[in-house]
Structure formats: structure tokens, C-alpha cells
């Protein structure tokens, strides 16, 4: 229900399985949290890298027909959200292309800060960009690299670029996965018979019975061939830079997520919130589904029952069509409503795990308050989010960040509630049980770990729209 | 999560509201948990009912265009849970048609036990059938009346007819709900503005801001039309026949069912459960989402933690495709995943509220243990399901229904569960807190409160298949 | 490039071929012609009837896997040309219903004129109508014979009805085709194999290699079954109403016509036309493709070159966008365009076989003259069209035809040609080289030869639309 | 009817109207035949390059929405014959990039026969393709040249392709059109109000009502922009290699080809093939509709009636469903029928352009003579087709054209004609009445204007399916 912050993009690889591109489906629909509006696979088969990306879901995008025509024993595949309307298709990827060394295909989760730069220099070499893509980038910085084999390519080129990435390229006799020096973005390793798995996180590896071995280590490539796998480091990892929102909301709850559980984590969020914000309640209601173990964990900490007092529709999609006519709350009422009989007559503490804009907040507590709540407390199991993020979350602009112009006190008057508490920086790490030299917190510390392009340079203008 | 029982359908009608048909749109939504397989609306506007009827979710038969032409201030829908393959579209309803009396629409939610009873004396009256449900005949007992307004056709036409019956009615010039007098599927009445609501579940009500005035009372006849609302009794209710099953899985969490909570009463199915078949555990689980209020109920009672050990996706459509090869459990894994932090290490109680196959059961079990739970305890909020539905409830024959002739020991054995224990039918009216005199549970008991028809007549054959 | 006569229907039907419904989709692709709206199939197999309809061409509505579900070795299918809008589907035909003998389909080519007169009496005794078309009355005067096999209840419910109709009827075990007493649209028998087919045109025997036998004639039932074909006259042929309009325009050139070859017909009608209104020219023009054979006919009979002066578009769809600024003659032109060099400096005569409302004609001349043609000389190898059709064809209405309220001479004004010539009906008689007796040229004379409805009596209204 | 030679493409472009993409689509859809398998417009409105491509028809792949979005006074269109399967639509054009000096888009028509060469260069320097085509190829040679203004970038590019090309350029603010040295595919330019128009024909200009200028000379580059029509020479012409086959068959019939109208040359290539291989017959009847022409001239030359023996489907589309049961020539039946009448008893000269596979041809004749032909006379409006075609035309290989390997006898037994004639390269050139300097007729005479790549190179292989 988060009103604002998406993850971009989720990763899948496969090498060494005759059913590489179904079971690449799979993995993308295990990733699919990660990335609903478009989808594709590469499949090779040591000759023909075979592509199909579409727009939509993964089970829109594929269908019996395409997957088979997705031959071969390997495949790498891709799910973003995208920017919506026409370009959508061109944003799709992996991206397959062609260069002096065969064909090869990219699949990119995170976003490159000095993706701009690069392009301009790119654009001197006389280079032609077709999609809007940081990809495409990485693309042309490998194929402009002189000689070499393809990971030697690869680490020349992720010389030049700076910011998150966690990048599958498949070649004809390679599947290689890399990852940014800060390894902001996850990517793990999995065994599969004979074979292996690259994945965003390892929710993909448990739906295809995949074993998980170990992360893919920030400032690491990985290479997996015909002469198995390979690890060669092309970046000293610093600090690390694990992004603490995959933690707090992105991750699928049953993923490991840089060694811990994700789910687990968020109910001890909600314990430290509760010690650190506790409420005079009746009942603990989380905003369903992300808020619910965060709930249960605040809870838990201070003893209230926990109800599901906000229930959740299965069938929402984006499609849905406003009735011209105001409705209070319509929008979030079809996804959400309120369970009388657990909220009537009391004091309520409403778990969410975060609070962007404050637009979504605001109509829950009015359905809450509609439904007889006589007090809402709203506990957000994270700190205020300040800074929007440049490694691969698309957050509002800073004007759209209600806390980065707000004091709590009036958050609290603008959704309604009769209190609202923050979990504190500190209350994260506790909850993690780690130092928070490993983490990005930029978000909410405005501490970014890579230097961000220069204000005055402008952004680069899209100048081709659709496909 | 129930592997196989599927509630047939939902109604809901609208009278005085400029929005008639996008009122509808919105309240079949709401009802989608009670047919997912065709959807349609047909809207009046005191001289032409006009229909827009098709297979899929409300979200996919209907568009902007659609909903633009179903002008007028009064409309009825319907989702249903429809025969698949070639004669989906002619199953969906409203089914519309024109008599001497003019343009008729019906919306109907049940199972007439004597229809091809009535079939067979239609066919002799020279009646010609173009779908194949009972809808259609009730359109012709109607029309075949002798003279009278239309509320009086349909007093006669239904004291022909025998078994489970919410209707809706809509003429030209007026709004007709009708429930049958043991009152097996539910229907109420809200009111929006200066306009009237009837809807198979107070949800409908709610998501368009309509206040919930009171249950259609079995027996009876309400008609909305210029002249306002008017209810009319047309059979004495015997002892009711509210079906238990509503309230144990088919209705909405947050409607309220025959004048209770839905969530609330499935909390306390949860707590009887605990009661009558507590476990030594370290924590509770539920099969998401159905099973979770009774699990919450079942962790209080006992005093064991609740937790989501099982994820449940929120991307599964039903065209997913298979992989070829075999994957363990792969059906119920794109579904559901297990919290491994949750469970490994722990004695887990599962709760669900239905047993009808096993086979689902079976993989979730193996699932809990593969994830590293030491002992599994299934518990059903509901006894064993014993006997098929003819009141509206699509069931699998007695032979698929695995406690029809298994113990639930040897039931325990083929799911893999340290052990298995159902809620008992007093347990249940313990939990209602009612009588058992006003519902059915024929399903559970083989008590059918209407007379079936006899098997030696054997099945009217479908003889025309497709649209 | 009529504008403004359409074809209602065509019908197939075909018994004893292993693949029944394929070689139905072929018959409906060669009569498609005759209604491009809507398309449909009903096989049966001994036992049940099987349906796919749908809306567009017959390759748009049918696929690999509907023609394959669509098992047995008979079936009848049907075109039409549909109501535009919502309830296109509503009036798909075959019309598949079960009665009191079991499962009948219907697939109807023609027009009664006292449907309505019918329907009343049908409500009456207690019907409901589900479609709006005239065959579901059909359909209930069947369904309502008291007793008799099903050719005994067509013939007494054909003895009710009044009009114009080829129809088919496909049963568990038998095919049956029936023409009205005048014959108004055609209906053929042929042979393939050990089976028969019955269709409204010579062409779609052809295309799969059926033999033809003969026509059916009017006021006779044909009945295929496993006793082989018998034929059953049930009404006198009084003098007979075969449709001249089907040899000018609607049938296919390739189709034997009521005994004559439709392309030879009209090339006589072209030779008829230079008799009469001969012109002074350089060279003879169609309007193609159907007014190519009457002017080969013209430019023979008056020596004057023929050639290909329009030309063609061959990949016009009914859903072209219209610029919103206006460009002259658009419409058309995206049909056909001018031909130059056939055209600059010459005197042309065009010939088309039809002139309902002037407007397209006006676009040709204007195209011919600024192609460069120096003199435009329109002839039509029809008669004036006067008056509507009541007896399948869909016409507009008799304000909208403008030779019913203006002379020759202003026609020829408003289409802008130096001289407008039709051919006279005597012409077509000698050009068919038949008695007027046996045809019904009502369009021309307004000769109705069947008494038409009461005017007084209205139109009964649509009630239900959509689908 | 040809059995085997397909144009690849048709460009439009039109700089300075209001409704520039709408006159584009309209554009397209009178080039409709140079290509039916991909289209697509890139848009302009000085700033922003919109694109939208897609696979099938014009009419398919663009709705108004999709134009709509296509704002700007200034686009260009392509249509395409594209390799069908997973790749048609990274086939689709115009193709749309960023470089250094902003957004382009390129549309081609033509095929470049050193385009691997340039393309294993390109590699060299770093270059990324991204699909098969050789559009891409000049893209990439523009975005390397060193500075330069745009003209004078494609002029540099130019410079280093070899082959046939007819090729459109459009920038922020300018549109180019550049034809190759030899001027192989047409290219026209046309006026409309204050703007102009750049087409493959003028029968695109004349749907519009632009008016035709000239053609766009050979060698040279035509400049659009603010400051109006800019004509710049970049190579001498050498002589001419304008596409014989262009008037033979490619090109529409309306249009103005290399400056000579094609139905008119058609039926002049009638003509010298009546003088070259006259017949003794009593019909001449066309392959309709691409030899209609041919044939009116070859009846006139011989004096012999011409008649439409063979009516041609308007239904026909490529989705066709094969019955499984063999019928004979079914293929060929469903697009085309015999008119019995005109052929029973008579002995018949059928006229085709051309005779490639000859398998198409068979069937026609074997139609010919089950509907009563005593004899069958093919003529061939064109010399046997020997050798495949480098520029542009999809021809198959030297093995498939049956004439490259069997005697003219020998074709006609394969054929079933009692005769067979082709035309002379001699009666073409005097048909044109023009000196076979200006043409290329490689696919008759195997003289390649232009050197091919040595065929020991090999042909680089497509690495990447699909999109």
C-alpha cells in the first residue's frame, strides 16, 4: 500500500537446464513484487540468443507458444516496473544485442548516476541510442572495450560506470552476474542439479527447488560456463551499501535478504517500534499484506491482540475504472476495507511500513475511524523517508515527501491520527542486528555513498517517446 | 486456498443512482470472491434494458465504453462461478429477455433441486431453452402466468420451484429481490441517497457508501420501484436454512453475514477449534488468507504465537503455465511459500477451514516440514466434509470427498500431519452462538432441508454445448 | 460499391463429412459476401449440438481450436449481415435451442413479414424472447406444434409464418432445409462424397468440391438423414419471387443463380444497357468489382474499349480512421482510385449495377473528371431503386432513395454526369431471357407479392439491447 | 497471384501539415501493397520524435488513439514485407535512435549488398545492433561521421553503401529523402498546401490530394525544412537501374512509375506479348487482378474477347485454416473461383505477370479446365524469372525459380498448359518504349549493376530472434 516508492526491477538467470526459459517464467513470477509493468526472457542455446519481452505481467506476457519458442539451456530474464505509457515496450528488457563478439543480452536492477555522462561520451563516439535505458549503456561501454574476453569486457566497463546495479548478461557461452561495489541491490547465487541460478533474491530459488549457496558479493562477478562457476572480484567492496528499504518493504517476505530473513526482520522492526513508539490500544491492525509482520511484532512487544482489521481485495488491478462521481476513499476502498467487528468501539494501533505522501495514510485512518475506531495510532515501522533515492527506487520528488516539509505533529494532523511514531535509524539497526556502516540509508539519513551528478548539469532530455 | 468448493454466484441490484451501472460495476468487485468466471450488468432506464455480459473478472468484461452504454438509473449484476470451456458466455448473467409484459432481467445466486423437473414440463408447454441454467427457467414460469403484474407472476412462478434462491429482478419500472423461504444464500437491502441496494453481501454496500438496512428476509419479495420499497411476504419461513458455509469460507471477512461478522465469527471458530482440538506447538499458522481469522481465534485460545509462516502471492491468475517437468508441489508454490524463520525448529499448528480433497493439504504439509517445522498439526475450522451442496455451493461428488471415506486418522496419514482435528457442528453453532434450527449444514451432516430429487430420474443431459 | 443494399444472410449446411464444421467454415468463406457482421457454426454428432458464433468475418470468429471443438459430421453455419453495435452477437446466427425432441439449431436467409404479428401472439401464450431476431420465432412456432416428427412441426409452423426465408435446420438426426413458396433467396442442393450439402450458393459448393444437384425449390422441405435425402414440397409454388436483385448484384459472379451463371447474366445486363442508353465515348469503365461483367457486356455490344479506368483497393477495412480535417472524396478513394492514362482527354462511360443514394456515384465522377476524362456518361444495369425491400435485403428507406423522389435528369445533375442511363425491367427480362412471372422485382415496381404488415400497426420496439 | 516475389517496403513522409502522422497513415495505406506484414510512424513536432511500429496492416496496427499520440506537423511511415515469426516486429520501421546531434528516425526501402561488410566495421568500432536490418547499419554510419551538419553526414554514410535504397530521414528539423546512384526503387515528391511529401508512389499523393512533382532523382538528396525544398546531387547517375519488375507487377496500377503510368504499360506489355506469342483462342481471361491489365492488352492486340473467367475473393486473409482432408488446389480456390460460363467449351489465354515457382500457376490451370476449357494458353507479361534479386525484392532462391532450371516445354507440361509464353526482354523495353540502359532486369538477365559480395564471404548469420 506504500503510495509512492516502487522498486525497478527484478533478476533471473539460469545456466544448464533443459527447461532454462519456463523455469525462468517462474522466477520472474516469484520476482514479480519487483517489477509489474513489463516482462521478458532470453533464452540461448549456445548458438541464437531468442528473445521475447512484452509489456504487462509475467503470466500476461508469456504464453505457452513463447516459452517454447525460447529454446536452449540457459536464459536470463527481467521484470521492471517501467515507465508507463508508450515507451513501456522499449523499456522492456533483457536487452539483446548484437556486437563484434555475438550476441548478448543485459538485464540491469538499480540505476546508474552517471548514466548522463557516460551517454554524452558515448554520444562523441558516435554511438546510437534506440531505448531510454541505463542498459544500453553498459551495452556499449562493453562493445566499445578493445579486445578481450567478454568478463574482461564486462569489468572494464563497470570501471566506468558509478551508482547500484545487479546485472545478468547472458553470451552465447556465458551467463555472467555482476554487482555494484557498494552491493546496493541484491543478488544471490542458487544450485539447480547440474546447473545454476542467478536471482534478485532467493523467493525464486525456493519456488524451483533451487538450493541457495550464497550472495553474489558487492564488487563481484560471476561466471558460469561450461567449465562451471567462477567468482573474480573487479571492485574492492568499501563499506557496503545494502539498501535497509529492501529490508523494511521491497523483499518478498519469505526471501533471505543479505543473510536474514525478511519477514523475521520486519516483526522485530515492529518489536522496536513498539518499545520505542507504544500506544495505549486495544488492537494492533497492520495495512495489509506488507505491514502485517511489523504488526505482529509490535504486537507481540506490547502485548495487544493483533486483528486483521483491514482486509484486502485479491482482485485488484491497475485497470480499474473511477466512478465519475466522488466517492470518499474510493480509491484505496477497492483494495482495502475495514472489518467492523474488530475495530468498532476501540483504540487502534495501525502498523504500515511506511509513509510517502501521506494521501494513502489519510483515507485509512478515515475507513478505520468510519468503521468505530475511537482512537488511531499510526506507527510506521521505519523513519520518516527525506531524500529520494538515486540507486534504483523510484521515489517522489523531495516536494512530494510529506516528512521532508513536514514535522510529525502535522503528519499526524494531515492523516488524521491521534498519534503518529517513526521507528528511528537506530531502532532499524537494533531490529537488524548490524552496524550501519554495511547499509544505504539515504533515504531517510540523506547520506548517499556515491557522489551524484552535478544539479547544474540538467538531465538529459528523452527525445524519442514510444516504440 | 479450499481445494474444491466454489461458491456459484453474487447478485446486486441498484434503483434511483445516476451512476447505476458503474454502482454495479464497483459492488460486483466486491462480490468477485463469488464468481470469477463471467460477469455482467444490465441497466434500465425506465424503456430499454441494455446488457453487457462476458467471461472473466468484473475488471476484464467491462471497460469505460461498456459501462458508458449501460445508461439509466437502475441496474442488476452478477458474477458467477460458470461451467469453463465453450459455454461460459452462455451462463453469464443478468440473462435479459423480452415477454408480454416487456423486458425482464434475472440475476440469481442458488440451485433449483427441481428444475429439470420443470424443464420437462416447460418442454411440454412448447418452451424452447437457449442456455443451460435454471435462470432461464424462471423467466419462463414467469411469462407463462396468466395475467397479473409482474410481483405476482413471480409469487407464482416461485411457489413452483424448490431449492436455494436469491434473485433479482429488473423490469422497466421496477427493482425485484427475492430469497427463498429457507433463506440458504444471503441478500440485503442498503440504501444510497434516495435510492435502494440489494446485494448478496453487506462488502457491496460498503465499498459505494451505501448504509446496510437489514437481510431480504427468506420468504420474501422486495420491490423497489417509483412508489419506494415494499416488501412482501410470499412463503412462511419454515426453520431457516442459512448455510453455515458462508460463514465458515465463502463470504467476505468484512460483510456482515446473517446479522454477524464474518472475521469475527471465524475467530471464534478458531477459538472452539483450540478448544475441542488444542495442540502442543510453538506456533500458529494459517493457510492464507481464508484461514487466518480462525487461526488468530486458535492462538489466543491457546496461548501460542500467531505468525505468517506462509506467504501467499498476490500475482496468481489461472492460466499459469505448467512446467513439463515435474517440480515437487509446484501447483501450490506459485501460491503460497513458506517463511522458513517462522517455522524451522518449530511444532506448527496449520489452520485451515476446509478439507475437501487433501491434496492440497498434503502440499502444504510437506511444505511446513521442508521448511523445517518438526511437527505439523492441521487444524480445520470446520468439521469433515461429508456430503455434496445442491443448494448453490459447486462440490466434488461423494467419492472425491476424501472424509466421506477415510477417517480422519488415515486422512491425518495421507497429508503427512503429526495429527488432524476438525471443529464439530456444535462447535460451530457454539461459535455462531445460535441455534442450529436456522442454518444448513447439510454438507457436514446430510440433513438436506429440502427434498432432492430422485436419483432414479437421473440428469437431464446437456444437449447443446458452446455460444 | 453499393451504397446502400446489403445481403442479410447466407447459409451452409452439410451432412455426412468427417469434417463437417471445416467444410462449413469454407462454404461460410465463400458466401461471406453475403454478411461480413457475424459468423456461426452448429455441429452435431448424434447426440449433442455444439455452437461457436462470434462477431466479424468468419477467419476473424473462427481458430484452429474452435473449428476442432466443434466435433461431428454434420453442421449448418451461417453469415450475416448484423445489426452494427451491441447486440451484433445477440444476433449470431445459427441459433442453437432445446426443446421438447431435443436439441435444434436454425440458420435463417430472408425476412417474414409478419414476425411481429407473431410475436404477439407468442407472448400471449407465455414466450420469451431472447434475441431480436425473426428466427428464434421460428423457433418457438416448432417448439410449440402439439406432436409430430420435427418436419411435420416445420411444415405447420412454415404454414404460420409469411415472407421471405432459405432455411436451415440442423437436429440430432437430421438436416433440414425449407424455401419459401416464392422462392425469394436462393437455396441449392449438392453432393459430396456419400453426404449432401445445402447452401445459399452454387460458389460454396465449388470451393470444396461438392457437385451441384439442383436448387431447392420453393415451398419444399429437403431432409437429409440416415435414410438419405428426401424432398417434401409443403406449400404450392404459386407464380415464383426469385430476387432479381441477387443476379444484378448480390450473388457471386461464379454462382449458378436460379439456373443461370451470375457472371454471363450480367454481362447480358451490360449488352441490355448499351442497347437502350448507348453513348458516345472512347471507353467503357466498371465500377469494380461488381459492375465489371456489365461492362464488358456494354463495351462489346457497342465496340467501344473496355478498361480498368478504377482501380481497386485491396485492403479496405471497415474500421479505417477518418482524417479530421477534410479531404475530398475520401471515403471512396481509399476503395478506388483513378487510373490516369486510362482516363485524361476521353469521353468515359462507368458502369455500376447500382445508384441508392447517389452519394458514391457523385465521388466516381468527380474522380473520373479529375482524372481528366472530358465527358462522364453513368450507366446502371438495374432499374431506378423505388422502393424498399421487405424480404432479406436491408435497404434504406424510401426518403433516403433518391430515385424515388427525383427525375432522372436531377440525379444526373447531382452525381454530375453528362448523361445517366438505367437499364429498364423489360431489359432485365431480356437479358435473363425470362418471364417476369417467375421473379420478384418489388425494389423497382413496388410490387409486393405478399401482403405487407398493417403500416398502421407500428414497428414493435426493441427492448433489450446488448448482449 | 505471384507465387514467390514480395516487395520489401513502401516509405512515405510529409513535412508541414497539420495532421502529419493521419496523412501518413493514409499515406501507408495506399503503399499497402509494397509491404503487409509491419508498419509503423515516427512523428515530429520539432523537439520530440513519437514513434509507434507494429505488426500486420496499416488499418491493425494504428488506431486513433495511437494517432492521436503522434502529434507534430511532420512524420514518416513505413510499411514492410518482414521476415514473419518472433522477429517481425524488431523488423518493423521507421527506426528511431538518439546520437549525438539528437533524434532520427530512418525508413528504407531497398537492400544494401555490402551491408555485412559495413556491419563487421561497425563491430570494430564498438558498435551494439539491435536488429537484423540494414537500416540500422546507416544509423550507425551517420551518429560515426566526425561533425558535420545532417545532410552532409548521410551524404558521407551514403558514400559507403552499395545497393539499392530509397530511403527517408527524419530529424528535429528536417525530413530527407535520399534515393541510391542507380535509382532502383522509386521515389517521388509531391506538394501539399504549404508542406511536401516524399513517397515511394504518387498514388500515396494522390489519396491526400498532394500533387506530384518529380521524382527524386537518382544520386540525390532532397532536403526539408523551414526553409522549404532543397535538392542536393551526392552521386552522379549512372545509368539508370529503375526495377522492371516495378512496372511489371510491384507497383499500383494508379501509379506514375519512373514517370510512365503502370496500368498503361501494362496493358502495353499485353500487347507485345500478343505480337511475340499470339494464341488461337475464343477468351482471354487475367490472373486477377495484377494481370488484368496485360490481358485487356493482349485481347485487344489479338482481337479477342476478354472476360473475368476468374473471380478473385475480397475475404482472403493469411490466417487461413487448411482443411486437414486434402481438397484439390484449395489453396488457390479460396482466393480465386472460375466463372463456368465464360470458360466452358472455349479455348482460353490466361494472362499472368509472372511464373516463378509455377506451382501457383498449375492450380490456376487445372481451374481452368474443370470449369470446361478445351485449351489453356498461359502468357507470361514478362521473361522467365532466372535469377534472384539483391535489391530489394524477396525473390526465392535460384533452385526454387523453376525456369532457372527447366526448359519452357518443360514448364508448360509442369503446369498442364496446352502453351506457354513469356515475353521477350526486347518486347518489355519496347513496351516501355525506352532504352534498357535506364533499368536494372538482373532478375531476367543476371546482369547485377552493382558488384555483389563475394559469396565465399559467407552471409553473416542472425544471432538474435524475436524482440
Known sequence: MSDGLKEHCGVFGIWGHAEASHLTYLGLHALQHRGQEAAGIVAGDGEVLRAHRGVGLVADVFDAASLASLSGDRAIGHVRYSTAGPSALANAQPLPFNYARGPLALAHNGNLVNADELKDDLDEQGAIFQTPSDTEVIGHLIAQERGGELPDRIVRALGRVSGAYSLLFLARDQLIGARDPLGFRPLVIGKLGIGYVLASETCALDLIDAEYLCEVEPGELVIVSARGLERRRFAQERRGGRCVFEHIYFARPDTLLFGQG??????????????????????????????????????????????????????????????????????????????????????????????????????????????????????????????????????????????????????????????????????????????????????????????????????????????
Do not use: N, W
Open 262 to 467: 525478511v519477514h523475521e526482520v520486519r516483526k522485530r522492526l515492529g518489536r522496536e517500534l513498539a518499545r520505542e513508539r507504544p500506544a495505549e490500544a486495544d488492537v494492533v491492525v497492520p495495512v495489509p499484506d506488507s505491514g502485517v509482520p511489523a504488526a505482529i511484532g509490535f504486537a507481540e512487544a506490547q502485548g495487544i491482540p493483533f486483528d486483521l482489521g483491514l482486509s484486502r481485495s485479491h482482485y485488484v488491478g491497475r485497470t480499474f475504472i473511477e466512478p465519475s462521481q466522488s466517492i470518499r476513499h474510493f480509491g484505496v476502498r477497492v483494495k482495502l476495507s475495514a472489518v467492523r467487528e474488530s475495530l468498532r468501539g476501540k483504540r487502534v494501533v495501525v502498523v504500515d511500513d511506511s509513509l510517502v505522501r501521506g494521501t494513502t495514510s489519510r483515507k485509512i485512518v478515515a475507513m478505520l475511524r468510519a468503521a468505530g475506531a475511537t482512537e488511531v495510532h499510526l506507527r510506521i515501522s521505519a523513519p520518516p523517508t527525506l531524500f529520494p533515492c538515486h540507486f534504483g527506487i523510484d521515489t517522489p520528488t523531495r516536494q512530494e515527501l510529506i516528512a521532508s516539509s513536514h514535522p510529525v505533529e502535522e503528519i499526524a494532523r494531515f492523516v488524521g491520527a491521534d498519534s503518529l511514531g517513526y521507528l528511528s535509524l537506530d531502532g532499524i539497526y537494533r531490529a537488524l542486528g548490524r552496524e550501519r556502516d554495511g547499509y544505504c540509508d539515504a533515504c531517510f539519513s540523506g547520506d548517499y555513498l556515491v557522489a551524484l551528478p552535478d544539479p547544474a548539469r540538467g538531465v538529459r532530455p528523452l527525445r524519442i517517446l514510444g516504440s
